[in-house]
Nanobody, 125 residues
Framework: QVQLVQSGGGSVQAGASLTLSCEAS????????MGWFRQAPGKEREFVAS???????RYDDSVKGRFTISRDNPKNTGYLQMDSLKLEDTAIYYC???????????????????WGQGTQVTVSS
């Protein structure tokens, strides 16, 4: 079993930056893909970014150029650096980990086996 504990988030003004962290325990994440999703009020959970166990990354078009996903395998932690935040980035953000041996794709909720508890990000004008 893998437990994911998120930290970071909060309330910021538009244009500001935030960094979300996702620390895993129970198993090393070096062979896992990691992803970040978000869910705004009244909307479905949506893909934000992913990083494969190989280090290759993928972003939703809405965050490309503003968000950066990374991982620190020795620390068993994933990160989402969010810059130039917009009002529409307001949501609950979730990190996720999926076994790379089972999941080839990284943009769907079903591509992940473990989820963090979620953290609120609120962007105001």
């Amino acid at each position: 079993q893998v437990q994911l504990v998120q930290s970071g988030g909060g309330s910021v003004q538009a244009g500001a930056s935030l960094t979300l962290s996702c620390e895993a325990s129970g198993r090393t994440l070096s062979n896992y893909n990691m992803g970040w999703f978000r869910q705004a009020p009244g909307k479905e959970r949506e893909f934000v970014a992913s990083i494969r166990w190989t280090g290759s990354t993928r972003y939703d078009d809405s965050v490309k150029g503003r968000f950066t996903i990374s991982r620190d395998n020795p620390k068993n932690t994933g990160y989402l650096q969010m810059d130039s935040l917009k009002l529409e980035d307001t949501a609950i953000y979730y990190c996720a980990a999926g076994r790379s041996a089972i999941h080839y794709y990284t943009t769907g909720s079903r591509d992940y086996d473990y989820w963090g508890q979620g953290t609120q990000v609120t962007v105001s004008s």
